[in-house]
């Protein structure tokens, strides 16, 4: 403990060095103030963001909640249609075959370029987004599932057939549970799809957000919220993804470390 | 043995064409029925007319030069500025203890999050597009590239200096190749995100370009037909580009890494 | 070839501390200990406290159960493995790390999986200063040698468990070294190509005047092969016993002596 505490320190003293550099660098004026916001504005602006908002009225904690709720639902939507129809297709190795160029193709579309045709089915609001998220994240997810369970290691399924097992059996006690590595895999994949998606979403048509903040934070020449926002947006990404690993390491113990799946 | 696996491999081919053409088939059909309205989502026939009559192959060859130049200039310097550091990261511990937090730190802001600041820094020219396509490679090349470097055998490098190998040579000869499959998947990540960070800055921020042409025509209010082809052109362009990229990975390290 | 060099050298009063002044010893290993720490912290001792003197030219066998400690000491010898207590050292000079002129067979073979099996060889060669189609031919000398010419373009996930091996041991002769320290290089082979490369080690160590310490769980191997049996025992690792094989080389399993030998460390080993 003590010894992970000394090794952190000589990165701690460099990075506050490097804010002090910037500090001053920006106090003498050798870098501007617009460009480089010092930390000392930055930490203005984050109070500033989180009692009377930006724009006013809208603190930062409502623009995250607003982003947060987009992202899930787009995401538990694509969650809640991909796993089901992933888990019938990769048993099915003709659907699966018939499927495939077609999965790969609507993967392969950008999801981003989707967004002037989705605003011409939905208009601006907030269906463009969760669709556009859900989207991205469906077939992300959708591919990661049939492949979980295609390529299960044929030598685990030929071991559980010397037991008997088979059909619908052999699927739920063992090509299942082999396929949860890179099903939750999929997951975590398909949640960075969607705040990825969320951002350039909201950069379009809207001021509630995230996204939308640090857009319109530039606009009126306030880099140190833009830069806050996104600070904001990397660490309930960080958080996310963090809460999903330590879910996957409670359900899935016996998984190693799935960072190292292929994929 | 061959010509079995071969025939097999045909016949997925067949399968696949044949679920494309179906899905295709299901979507003209749709369309032409009335059961989606062809305003908004015109069937591919009516697509394709519309954005013959619209569109010239020069305007198309035009947007496509200069998606093609961004995004392949901005993943190139920052899959090797990845590449590089995440190397250097792995295998020098001091560089390793200052670089690596930063990273980590900023890892977790998706790409398209830095258009604005992008903007701030280079203005709204080519420079800022440059800017976060580089990151889009940069970030996940870069972790894929450490994660290598740390999960080498270290069996391997004990053999290497049994042969009198240290220091830089140790480094190119065997930590480099010994990361490399992990580096490989990191590209291939990189290139993805990289396509998708271009897409999603010339809808946002750009005058010409792929993703400029089909919000200029939503924005100008022109046809669904052109949005639609060049959706789909886009979404080809990204699937042929990653299939490349694909192919030179298996020629560089598939001999020897297995699929 | 019954009469090598280094069968005349051998003294009959050979054994621990039987070998004479100290200097004589080659490589030597005095009060050295290991102790692992792991990640969470603890600290696991592996080897105690262990003495050992090789002469130059001598064959010596570990022999022990698994987890012992046979690995680690070998790869303290091959400087791999930093000593936690004591000293090892080769021809007088402290073992500080590899490339001390000691060649290592690993365990898990350690084969470059970028690298064909020829490749693998001629990295064997790398600071010879030969030129590259000289290291290339002489690659594939050494492929020949442990019968693998027809696999040297392969790379080592296309071979089999003991093919790689066999390109292991090829790849540590290519360094020609003094000193060959091979842990299990046999383990993974059959017993016919087992017998044959036991016959082709024994060759080359007595017409290049090696020195070889040899891991393995075979007491039959060992008893064909070494001058002098080291016996480790476990938690923590440390020398049991050392039996002197003073039999004539070629020995013969059906030789009493080999017998009672065997007999001999079987019985200490499942004590
Ligand atoms: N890096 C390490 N960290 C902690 N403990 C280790 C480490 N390497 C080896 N050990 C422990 O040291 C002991 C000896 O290991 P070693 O590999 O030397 O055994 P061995 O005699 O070669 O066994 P085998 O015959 O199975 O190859 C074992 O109990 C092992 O668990
Ligand atoms: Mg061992």
Redesign the pocket.
């Known amino acids: 403990m003590t010894r992970k505490l000394v090794q952190a320190l000589p990165p701690l003293a460099a990075f506050t060095v490097l804010l002090l550099l910037w500090e001053a660098g920006v106090r003498y004026g050798f870098l501007k103030p617009y460009q480089f916001p010092p930390v000392s504005r930055i930490a203005r602006g984050f109070v500033e963001l989180s009692t009377t908002g930006f724009p006013t009225g809208v603190s930062i904690w409502s623009h995250a909640l607003t982003t947060i709720l987009r992202v899930l639902q787009g995401y538990g939507a694509a969650l809640a249609l991909a796993i089901p129809l992933g888990l019938v297709i990769g048993a099915l190795p003709v659907v699966d075959k018939l499927t495939a160029p077609l999965i790969v193709f609507c993967r392969s579309v950008a999801t981003l370029s989707l967004l002037p045709l989705v605003i011409v089915w939905f208009g601006a609001g907030e269906l463009t987004k969760v669709f556009l998220i859900g989207y991205g994240c469906f077939w992300v997810m959708l591919s990661n599932v049939i492949a979980g369970v295609r390529y299960v290691d044929p030598t685990l399924v030929r071991a559980a057939r010397t037991f008997g097992l088979k059909g619908l059996e052999l699927y739920r006690s063992v090509v299942l549970p082999a396929a949860l590595p890179r099903i939750f895999a999929g997951a975590r994949m398909a949640l960075g799809v969607g705040f990825m998606v969320i951002v350039g979403a909201e950069m379009i048509g809207t001021i509630q957000g995230l996204g939308a903040l640090i857009m319109e934070a530039r606009t009126f020449y306030r880099s140190e919220i833009t830069i806050i926002g996104m600070l904001v947006i990397g660490l309930i990404g960080f958080a996310i993804s963090a809460g999903l690993m330590a879910l996957e390491r409670a359900m899935l113990p016996w998984a190693g470390d799935l960072d190292r799946v292929r994929r | 043995m061959k010509p079995l696996s071969r025939l097999s491999a045909a016949s997925d081919l067949t399968l696949g064409l044949i679920g494309a053409f179906l899905a295709v088939a299901a979507w003209e059909i749709s369309a032409r029925t009335g059961l989606v309205d062809p305003a908004i989502f015109p069937s591919p026939s009516l697509a394709i007319r519309a954005a013959a009559e619209r569109l010239t192959a020069e305007t198309v060859a035009d947007n496509l030069f200069w998606s093609l130049l961004r995004v392949f200039s901005g993943f190139l310097l920052g899959a090797l500025a990845g590449a590089a550091v995440g190397i250097a990261a792995g295998w020098y511990r001091g560089f390793g203890a200052l670089a690596r937090p930063l990273i980590e730190l900023l890892r977790p802001i998706p790409p398209l999050a830095w258009i604005p600041l992008a903007i701030i820094w280079f203005g709204l020219g080519e420079p800022s597009k440059f800017f976060i396509i580089f990151l889009g490679a940069f970030f996940p090349v870069v972790t894929a590239a450490y994660q290598g470097m740390r999960s080498i055998d270290p069996m391997l490098l004990k053999a290497a200096q049994t042969f009198g190998l240290s220091g830089v040579p140790l480094l190119l000869r065997v930590a480099v190749p010994a990361a490399a499959p992990d580096l490989a998947t990191g590209v291939r990540i990189g290139w993805g995100l990289s396509f998708g960070v271009l897409v999603a800055a010339e809808l946002i921020a750009a005058d010409r370009g792929l993703g400029y042409m089909i919000i200029n025509e939503r924005n100008t209010g022109g046809s669904v037909g052109v949005i639609v082809v060049g959706i789909l052109l886009i979404g080809a362009l990204n699937l042929i580009t990653d299939a490349a990229i694909g192919a030179a990975i298996k020629r560089w390290i598939g001999r020897w890494h297995g699929a | 070839m019954s009469q090598s060099p280094v069968m005349e050298r051998r003294s009959p009063d050979t054994g621990v501390g039987g070998r004479g002044p100290a200097e004589a010893a080659f490589i030597r290993i005095d009060g050295a200990r290991k102790v692992?720490t792991?990640r969470s912290g603890g600290a696991?001792p592996?080897l105690d406290n262990v003495d050992l003197a090789i002469a130059e030219n001598e064959f010596v066998s570990f022999i022990?159960r698994?987890?012992?400690?046979?690995?680690?000491?070998l790869n303290m010898i091959a400087g791999l493995e930093d000593v936690s207590a004591g000293r090892i050292a080769i021809a007088g000079k402290v073992v500080t790390g590899p490339g001390q002129g000691q060649g290592v067979v690993f365990?898990q073979h350690a084969l470059f999986p970028w690298l064909t099996a020829v490749d693998n060889v001629a990295f064997g060669f790398r600071k010879s200063g030969l030129a590259k189609a000289e290291r290339c031919r002489r690659a594939l000398e050494l492929l020949s040698l442990v019968g693998l010419d027809a696999a040297a373009g392969r790379y080592p996930r296309e071979m089999s468990g003991g093919m790689q091996q066999r390109v292991s041991i090829a790849r540590a002769l290519a360094l020609d070294p003094q000193i060959l320290l091979m842990d299990?290089p046999f383990g993974a082979l059959d017993e016919l190509t087992r017998i044959e490369l036991q016959q082709e080690l024994l060759r080359i160590w007595e017409a290049r005047r090696k020195t070889i310490v040899f891991?393995t769980?075979s007491i039959s191997e060992a008893l064909t092969l070494s001058d002098r049996i080291v016996l480790l025992a476990s938690n923590p690792?440390r020398i049991k016993r050392i039996f002197p094989v003073d039999l004539p080389r070629p020995r013969l399993r059906t030789d009493p002596g080999f017998n009672a030998l065997y007999q001999a460390i079987w019985n200490e080993l499942s004590t």
Do not use: M, Y
């Open positions: 692992f792991q696991v592996v022990g698994s987890g012992c400690g046979k690995t680690t000491l365990q299990e891991v769980h690792g």
